[in-house]
């Protein structure tokens, strides 16, 4: 009994260890990124190749999943809204829960399975056929022209992507209730623009997705340049990117929504 | 894919992005309050504020003319200081007076700005003189007896004033 | 004499598994050496070395007289910029058109002009014998044909010292001869150094200047391919020929054929 006991002590203690570990390795490669960054701002074509494939290439899913949210929000909210005689309210609950929260870590979520992963999966292969090495030995460095043109793609496309997630969930909780449950539209748009705070909701949502973007984007170029130079090793690492991402940005929002409503000041 | 395709992609998508930003800052924040206009502080002391929060909307004939920035706790007075951050395109006389009200039943508190007439501006700073606190349900229905033990019910009580 | 390459007393290993104990090698400014040895026994480990991508344990490292251990990141970047390095799988970038892979280090280094960058490139190619598939990705390429392509990249700068992992391997006896013969072209039209990596001994010993064998981890023999063909030596006679018997090994060391196979029924 003891002994279990103290396995699974030690275990958990292995496990906290390793956690802590690799957040300390993500963040010095976030700094080793940052300082391999001028080539990326000196040839921004390269960045924009990468907001191709992160942010164009996610713009359906994210579209379509932020109509639906919206829509899914608008019904609810019309319906426990309604029984309280406040039908018009279902604006301020659309607007505040998109924009607050289920905007930035939807999106965010999203994101990460979608081009979160493809990055890494990528570097990793190119790690694992020679292309890295090769590129070195042409002396030009990886982290500069491979790694850190992905990692700012992310960072630019998430909160754009973000706020065309939220604009459509808008949208879509304005279709429900307004077009189709005949919610009236001023009301609608007034209450939701008196309860809307530009700072507090907008601001600090965006806020949220850029520091969720370069959480992911350092996750997913971390795991690809880190990745074991093989087959299980580069589905591994994809695997652990979403995993970790998720996880990272759930952390984050916590912090982050707990130091917001203290308020900066 | 080819350059130009790609940077055309790109530069949709980035619009697109501002766009919904935009939006949401004009059409849902309606940004043009505390954002770029800049406001005026003023304040005010309310024997009691009931449920009213930092955030709360300050409005003056129903209009949304500022927010509440904050609220404590007056040791000397013993009563609620109330921060506001009106927005600078509205001005208010000196003599102007300030109550908490709620909107609907079981709505939200707000303070309501009632414009006073005096030729003098509230400034940055100055405090608004004139105030009346949030109803207490129970005082309420206590003052409304009490009144009706008194007179049969033949005078309205003068307490709510502020009542939409 | 001016050495390009200066390699003395070299450690190396992966983990605590030695590949390299004690190698002394040379590569004289402008000539064309081989390195031969078994599959495994750390041919590519070597280049990697040169290259400066693995650093020594013990032992020295010289590149254009510059001792490599003692680098920093800029200063091995500086370094690189002299050296082309053939990887033995090509490692072509999957992303790029094989125009762009060729023209990639064009771009990154010089700011020659578009036009510039495709006559030179276009001469890399050709000679290489694959300008036809200039527009072609490298995954629509066969093995063969990568390689030659790795080949006109590798050379694409010019550089002072080429390292070839084995650039004979997958080709046809034509393209064999065709591309033996550019490296040494390119090594005496660029007065560059080359170092090659191969186990073809017949096609190397028609263009190399100097042989060294390796085997366990240390030079066995060398010389010049005159030297190394009337070599007594049973290694060399054994590898120049192509005999399965002889000091060499074919199995990588481990349990014996016995141990494997043997009388575990026998034991249960
Ligand atoms: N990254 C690595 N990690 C651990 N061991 C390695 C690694 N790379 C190579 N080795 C080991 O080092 C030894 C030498 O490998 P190397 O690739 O240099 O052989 P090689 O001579 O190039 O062989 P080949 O002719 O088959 O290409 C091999 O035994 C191999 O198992
Ligand atoms: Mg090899």
Redesign the pocket.
Known sequence: MRGAWGQGLRNVGDTTLRIVERIGAVVLFLGQILRHSGTSFRRFSLVIREIYFAGVQSLIIILVSGLFVGMVLGLQGFETLQSYGSSESVGVLVALSLMRELGPVVSALLFASRAGSAITAEIGLMKATEQLSAMEMMAVNPLARVVAPRFWGGVISLPLLAALFTALGIMGGFLVTVIMLKVDSGAFWSQMQAAVDFRHDILNGMIKSLVFGVAVAAIATFEGYEAPPTAEGVSGATTRTVVSSSLAILALDLLLTAFMMKGWN | MNRATLNLWVGFFVLLGFVAFLMLAFKVGNLSLDGSGGTYEVVAHFDNIGQLKERAPVRSAGVLVGRVHSVRFDTLHYNAEVQMALDSQYHFPVDSSASVLTSGILGEQYVGLDAGGDDKMLKNGDEIKLTQGAMVLERLIGQFLFNKAQDGGADKTSTDKGAP | MIHQVEIRDLNFG??D?L?LKGIHLTVPKGSLVAIM??????????L?LMGGQLLARQGSVRVAGQELNHMNEAQLYAMRRQVGMLF?FGALFTDLSVFDNVAFQMREHTRLPESMIRDLTLMKLNAVGLRGVQSLMPAELSGGMARRVAMARATALDPALILY??PFTGLDPISMGAIGRLIRQLNDALGATSVL?T?DVQESMKIVDYIYF?SDGVIVAQGTPEEIHASALPFVHQFVWGEADGPLPFH?PGPTLKMDFGDERGQA
């Open positions: 992966y983990g598994q590949v040895g078994l599959s495994g026994c750390g041919k590519t480990t070597l990697r033995q992992d084995e990596v186990h390796v990588y």
